[in-house]
């Protein structure tokens, strides 16, 4: 829905001041508090640790209605006269201006003389939603649960009578967005759903509480057990049920996914969650080794094969016997090799290069590519039968872009692995550093976030955060612009503030303000490919006044910043 006139004319920004000298934050004649998202989301897990999922959904709800009901005492003070409904809408831009999230009512079925309501809201930048998705990763349950406690408080206290909100989608259980229904309490009918909005009998819960630990702990203990394995967005909880499935059997598996989304940890994981797992694992990546090479990798040499065999020794299919092979890129491998490779798959036995024995051996083939092997056997580069003996159990990788919320796991892993390593200690990463890794396009997948985190780690101060300039060489990627603090105590844009320091950089030193606007003049009349008229436009004068200021420039006889002629006509 388009702004009311009552919205736009009232800028909430001018409300909010900062008078840091008795570090006070008031928003009109309430004092607020501006704190760490970060430190919110600790508090937020600690109350799901201790006190169980269900208790503490209920506490943020509860703590969120209360904060909705000062609100919307707050909105009826600020805003006066007006109608009911304009001032009614002056809740989401509270909510924004307090930086919780930003609420678009997109249907809203009032009476205000009948005192009813039904509605429903889409919900952006959730910060609750985000907090909750960096600490757990996406799960089945929807998490804004002070949001939703937010607006049944607003909305409870401009009908006098309790509405209750629910939250039908969200971004944490694989939703496109969050969106928030309400309405009166008793339309609900015996939902369970309500008992959260009540104070809970703590004795009462003790039982319920226990067993929400024990699940609790249960999922914790389900994702410890994959080991080098971070991830909990649905491609990779998919994948992951695919290989866990075939962990214990010795059926080939072939792990399909672009480069650098964490095969080998995929391989590596099926090995050590194996009956074969005391015996070797045997790793080679096809696409580095020559083809005249590649077949005495894998098969092993007989000596006096060729000139320089001077000894016989095994290749990967021998040392790897009773262990793993794992293949990589293997879509690569050379006609020859194809052949061969077939060969023992279907035999178990190998034999090797220039030697006329078969030796027997126990190998279990991992294979790994991100070659389109359909369109390489329709090319006639890969054989369609080995194909078929290789992809007996296809497991599909998901690139890192298609489950971006399990990029604060990932970093949260890789610091730990990677900072002893620099011998650091480090508090994660910052909130902007964090979206500029949730906005970024990924086409490196996990091995350049694996390479970022690590350079963030050597820049950043020890004891500190990684910040966004620490990760990505050529400077922070563009965001988009923002609310800032300026020199006088309120708010104003980022642009705003960029000039700013475009006009201390100029005045810093040197500054010759004639030379600068002689520069600036030619400037916009070369953009302007030499039209007057345009480049008048781009600097907000009259064609007449242009044409003075170039020539008086050129003849140094114009004081600077001084205009001696008055505004063209028409």
């Given amino acids: 829905m388009a ?315 021998e040392r790897a016997d009773g262990g793993t092979l794992f293949l990589d890129e293997v879509g690569d491998l050379s006609p020859s090799a194809q052949v061969k490779l077939l060969r023992v798959l279907q035999t178990g036995e190998v034999e090797r290069l220039g030697g006329s024995e078969a030796r027997k051996v126990d190998v279990r083939v991992v294979a790994a590519t991100n070659v389109d092997l359909h369109r390489a056997i329709e090319t006639g580069r890969f054989r369609a039968d080995l194909y078929y003996r290789l992809a007996t159990y296809p497991v599909v990788i998901p690139p890192l872009r298609e489950r971006k919320s399990d990029i604060p796991l990932l970093v949260a892993a890789l610091i730990e692995k990677i900072a002893p390593s620099y011998h650091k200690l480090l508090r994660g990463v910052s909130d902007r550093a964090m979206q500029a890794l949730m906005a970024h396009d990924w086409p490196g997948n996990v091995r350049e976030l694996q390479n970022l985190v690590e350079r963030g780690i050597l820049l950043a101060p020890a004891g500190g955060r990684i910040e966004v300039e620490h990760l990505f060489a050529g400077g922070a990627p563009p965001s988009a612009p923002g609310a800032v603090i300026d020199r006088r105590g309120g708010l104003g844009r980022s642009e705003e503030a960029g000039n700013e320091r475009l006009y201390d950089a100029l005045l810093s030193e040197g500054f010759d303000l004639h030379t600068h606007e002689r520069c600036l003049l030619e400037r916009a009349v070369e953009r302007s490919g030499g039209n007057f008229t345009q480049a008048a436009s781009l600097l907000g004068i009259t064609r007449r006044q242009l044409a003075y200021r170039l020539k008086q420039s050129v003849d140094g006889n114009l004081e600077p910043g001084v205009d001696a002629i008055a505004p063209a006509r028409g």
């Avoid at 707050?74 to 509270?94: D, H, N």
């Avoid at 969200?170 to 969050?178: A, H, I, L, S």
């Avoid at 650098?260 to 074969?276: D, I, T």
Wanted: include cysteine; hydrophobic fraction near 40%.
């Fill in 3 to 317: 702004k009311s006139k009552l919205i736009e004319q009232f800028d909430l920004r001018s409300r909010l001041r900062f008078d840091l000298n008795n570090a006070h934050i008031w928003l009109d004649e309430s004092r607020m508090l501006l704190l760490h998202t970060q430190a919110f989301g600790a508090l937020r897990r600690e109350l799901f640790d201790t006190l169980g999922a269900r208790r503490a959904q209920g506490l943020l709800l509860r703590m969120g209605f209360a904060a909705g009901r000062q609100d919307a005492d707050l909105a009826r003070k600020l805003t006066g006269a007006g109608s009911p409904y304009e001032v009614f809408r002056i809740g989401p831009e509270l909510h924004a201006v307090e930086g919780v999230v930003k609420a678009n009512i997109t249907r809203a079925d009032i009476d205000w003389e009948k005192g009813t309501f039904n509605g429903e809201v889409e919900l952006e930048n959730s910060w609750e939603a985000e907090s909750h998705m960096r600490l757990f990763g996406k799960g089945t349950e929807t998490a804004c649960w002070s949001v939703v406690g937010y607006a049944s408080g607003y909305v409870t206290q401009f009908f006098k009578r309790l509405i209750v909100f629910r939250e039908v989608q969200c971004v944490c259980k694989g939703d496109d967005k969050c969106v928030i229904v309400g309405k009166p309490a008793e339309a609900w009918g015996a939902d369970a759903y309500l008992d959260y909005f009540r104070p809970d009998n703590l004795e009462g819960q003790l039982q319920e509480m226990e067993a929400e630990l024990a699940q609790l702990r249960g999922q914790l203990q389900e994702q410890c057990s994959r080991g080098k394995l971070v991830g909990n967005a649905p491609g990779f909880r998919a994948a992951f049920e695919l290989l866990s499935k075939a962990a214990n059997s010795p059926i080939n598996v072939l792990l399909l996914g672009e480069t650098g989304a964490g095969k080998e940890v995929f391989a590596h994981w099926l090995h050590e969650n194996s009956p074969r797992v005391q015996k070797p694992f045997v790793a080679v990546n096809c696409a580095a080794l020559p083809n005249e090479l590649i077949e005495s990798e894998l098969f092993g040499v007989q000596k006096g094969a060729y000139t320089g065999a001077q000894q016989s020794r095994p290749g990967r299919f």
